[in-house]
């Protein structure tokens, strides 16, 4: 179950962050034009194929592991669900802006989505030190 969960951890994060560099190419796309069509394909199987998939496999298999391990009391899994509720967050931005770009009605520019593209690293960082390391 730890191997499953760690599968899904890499799928998702893996999608998480190249869907914002998508969007960063994106915004130099003509709207309507077949470059915009292509991306927003991409930016779509991206998300319903690898993104969601692994995103609630990480979810279902990762409380089974705090549940059957005895972490519910650990301070260092409190923060760790913090964050990953925060992760969480970020992937329903990142669902709104796929919407919002196959409706070509992307408001952001390509130095937001650069700037966005950090946060599921910095999150990913914070959350596998708190696993190797559990400070508390």
């Known amino acids: ?24 190419y994106h915004c130099e ?10 991306f927003k394909v991409m930016e779509r199987r991206l998300l319903r194929a690898i993104i969601n998939p692994a995103m609630i496999v990480s979810w279902v298999v990762g409380l089974w592991l705090i549940w ?9 899994m409190h923060a760790k669900l913090l964050l ?6 970020m992937h329903g931005f990142l669902s709104r802006w796929v ?4 409706a070509d009605r992307n408001t952001h ?10 946060v599921p690293t910095i999150l990913m960082i914070a959350i596998v030190v708190l696993v190797i390391v559990k400070p508390f």
């Open 84 to 89: 990953v509720l925060g992760m969480s967050a």
């Open 109 to 118: 520019s390509q130095k937001f989505y650069r700037f966005i593209n950090e």
């Open 68 to 76: 059957a391990g005895g972490f519910l009391t650990s301070g260092w």
């Open 29 to 38: 796309a003509e709207p309507g034009s077949k470059q915009s069509e292509t």
């Open 1 to 24: 179950m730890k191997a499953l969960h760690v599968i899904a951890i890499i799928a998702w994060m893996a999608g998480m962050l190249y869907l914002p560099r998508l969007f960063v």
């Open 99 to 102: 919407r919002a770009f196959a």
